[in-house]
């Protein structure tokens, strides 16, 4: 049986949308502001990843993420020194684990 592609990526969209929806309303009941809550997790991230990638992740246009940064204070910078340490102690990793491959092949 042969199955139609399209038809399975409309039925998916709509169970999806379904389900959004409902959680949608659940929230809502709950007295959860979505809108704000939504902006309180997108500035969350854009505290830890670059505007441009969460942009890109989660389909938003860069200037609504690079907004956030500068209302949140944040910067690109503090990320790209994270980056910098993880790079550092992925090399004192690597260079340990070669020194200890070493002394095993020499024993």
């Known amino acids: 049986m042969l199955l ?3 038809t399975l990526q409309l ?7 379904a ?3 409902r959680h949608s309303r659940h929230l809502r009941a709950l007295g959860i502001p979505l809108r704000l809550a939504k902006a309180a997790a997108v500035r969350e991230l854009v505290l830890e990843v670059p505007a441009p990638v969460v942009a890109d992740a989660l389909g938003f246009h860069h200037t609504t993420t ?7 204070g944040g910067g ?3 990320y790209a ?3 910098q340490r993880c790079y550092q102690q992925l ?3 690597h260079a340990v684990d070669m020194m200890s491959t070493q002394r095993g092949n020499a024993s």
């Not at 039925?11 to 949308?17: D, I, L, Q």
């Not at 690079?66 to 949140?72: A, E, F, G, W």
């Open 4 to 6: 139609d592609l399209r």
């Open 11 to 17: 039925t998916v969209a709509a169970n999806h949308a």
């Open 19 to 21: 389900a959004s929806a």
């Open 66 to 72: 690079t907004r956030q940064v500068r209302n949140v």
């Open 76 to 78: 690109w910078t503090r």
């Open 81 to 83: 020194a994270a980056r």
């Open 91 to 93: 090399q004192v990793w």
